[in-house]
């Protein structure tokens, strides 16, 4: 199985960076895609980063051109640098990683709080 620990998250003021990162351990080398979700408080998990295991990216539309996700294939890494942060992109974001027969493993999460 597939574990996942994050770190990284924290409070910081709109238009200011934060980096989060992800290790994985235990079966990593049967990890396919990795990236990273969000959830806000009353609002549904959606998808914000990932980094697929042909080496491409994809990104949500509200994140584009704001934040970069950054996989180490190596050490079974994923991080997403953010910048240009909005009171918006106030969640808990949660890391994960696709492995065969369809299934996601996630992280506990970590809190993300931009002020304005």
């Known amino acids: 199985q597939v574990q996942l620990v994050e770190s990284g998250g924290g409070l910081v003021q709109a238009g200011g960076s934060l980096r989060l990162s992800c290790a994985a351990s235990g079966s990593a080398l049967s990890i396919l895609a990795m990236g990273w979700g969000r959830q806000a408080p009353g609002k549904q998990r959606e998808l914000v980063a990932v980094?697929?295991?042909?080496?491409?990216?994809n990104y949500g539309d509200s994140v584009k051109g704001r934040f970069t996700v950054f996989r180490d294939y190596v050490k079974n890494t994923v991080s997403l640098q953010m910048n240009s942060l909005k009171p918006e992109d106030t969640a808990v974001y949660y890391c994960y990683a696709a492995i065969p027969l369809g299934q996601v493993v996630w992280g506990q999460g970590t809190q993300v709080t931009v002020s304005s």
């Open positions: 980094s697929t295991s042909g080496g491409s990216t």
